[in-house]
């Protein structure tokens, strides 16, 4: 079957680093999202990994590794308006997304 | 309007009514999706529509049934739905189903059934 598995929630401190891990069991593989999901709203794309290694884009980074099924994102400089859930979400062989449950981030001042 | 747009906003409707979802996106994308969003779950991908086409069902219960009539539009249509039908259904759409184009999503509809 298919699984994505992340923590259900972190904690860290405004200016602080965080890393979200991410592992995952897909049929086929084509591609890893990330997404971000404050509160009542809707998922916005953060970053996409097809290719091992690290990807960056400002204060977020997200690594992917195929052979081990893992990946993180990276949030540095922490932000109060970080505080949301962070949705990794590999894609099938059919181009579907496996959505994970989402990792709740919380930042403490 | 911009981006991906979902009417209504909130819903509340009872187990014999019948009501539709839309969405609209204005991206000029080819590939739409309804999503549901139910507290503490994963989202659960319902429908996906390529090129006003129909690719894939999941397993979803004919109480809900999509329309796709152009490729900016997407409408689900809801009847005799159950309590555990209340959620947040989401729509997305992207460029294309494959390649690295990712999913933007609308703001949904929170849907209650009572």
């Known amino acids: 079957g298919q699984n994505i598995d992340q923590p259900t929630e972190m904690t860290a401190t405004e200016g602080a680093i965080v890393q979200i891990n991410c592992t995952y069991q897909?049929?086929?593989?084509?591609?890893l999202f990330w997404y971000q999901q404050h509160a009542g709203e809707a998922p916005t794309f953060l970053s996409y990994?097809?290719l091992d290694g690290l990807e960056e884009k400002g204060r977020f980074s997200s690594f992917l590794s195929r052979s081990k099924g893992y990946s993180y994102l990276l949030l540095k400089e922490l932000q109060m308006k970080d505080s949301a859930s962070y949705l990794c979400a590999p894609r099938d062989s059919n181009y579907q997304l496996i959505w994970g449950a989402g990792t709740k981030l919380i930042i403490k001042p | 309007e911009t981006g991906v747009t979902q009417t209504p906003r909130h819903l509340v409707m009872g187990m014999t009514n019948k009501k539709s979802l839309k969405c609209e996106q204005h991206l000029g994308h080819n590939a739409m999706y309804w999503y549901k969003q139910s507290a503490k779950k994963p989202l659960e991908l319902m429908f996906v529509?390529?090129?006003?086409?129909?690719?894939e069902n999941n397993s979803v219960p004919s109480r809900f049934s999509p329309e796709c009539p152009n490729s900016s539009h997407l409408f689900l249509h809801l009847h005799t739905l159950q309590p555990e039908d209340s959620a947040l259904y989401l729509c997305?759409?992207?460029?294309?189903?494959?390649?690295?184009?990712?999913?933007?999503f609308g703001p949904g509809t929170r849907l209650t059934v009572t």
């Open positions: 990994n097809v």
């Open positions: 529509y390529n090129f006003k086409e129909q690719t």
């Open positions: 897909t049929s086929g593989f084509n591609g």
């Open positions: 997305a759409s992207s460029q294309e189903l494959a390649e690295s184009y990712e999913q933007y």
